[in-house]
């Protein structure tokens, strides 16, 4: 009995981390759902009021750069995407923290503009468990040209 115990009781318990986890990861997949059907309706639904936008590269002269935007700038460009373009952003993988009301959601990725690649880099995901749900609260994305993957 204490070995049925031991064994069921503990694979519940990680059972039940790995379902915890999977739910930051989901608003994730959400989210890159909306951006790929250009649904920006489906995107909001996922983030925060007052999401933060942020991205940093090395620019062509060397530089380290970031630049500050906000979730409206980018809902406008997906909203206002031209139909002739598909973006696919190919997430290669989820690596998700979590502590309590807070999450990290880590995700490598390639770019791809009409099926050319254009750069990779990586998301950084900062969610918090509301009451309507989890919420992007931050997003900040590295981009390079080189260096990547494949």
């Known amino acids: 009995m204490i070995v049925f115990v031991l064994v069921f009781g503990f694979g519940s ?9 999977s739910l930051p990861k989901q608003v994730v997949t ?7 059907k ?8 996922v983030m925060a009021e007052n999401t933060v936008m942020q991205t940093t590269f ?29 973006w696919e952003e190919r997430l290669l993988a989820y690596h ?6 807070l999450a990290h959601v880590w995700t490598p990725y390639e770019f791809w503009l009409n099926g ?7 998301n950084a995901f900062t969610l918090v468990n509301t009451p309507s749900g989890w919420k992007i609260i931050n997003l900040i994305d590295s981009r390079r040209k080189s260096d990547c993957q494949s």
């Open 38 to 45: 250009g649904d920006t309706l489906l995107m909001r639904s």
């Open 13 to 21: 318990c990680f059972g039940q981390d790995t379902d915890v986890k």
């Open 96 to 101: 998700v923290q979590m502590d309590g009301t």
């Open 116 to 122: 050319t690649f254009s750069h990779c880099g990586a």
């Open 30 to 36: 959400t989210f890159f759902e909306g951006f790929h």
């Open 58 to 86: 090395t620019d062509k002269d060397g530089n380290i750069r970031l630049t500050d935007g906000n979730a409206n700038q980018l809902l406008m460009a997906i909203a206002n995407r031209p139909s002739d373009q598909v």
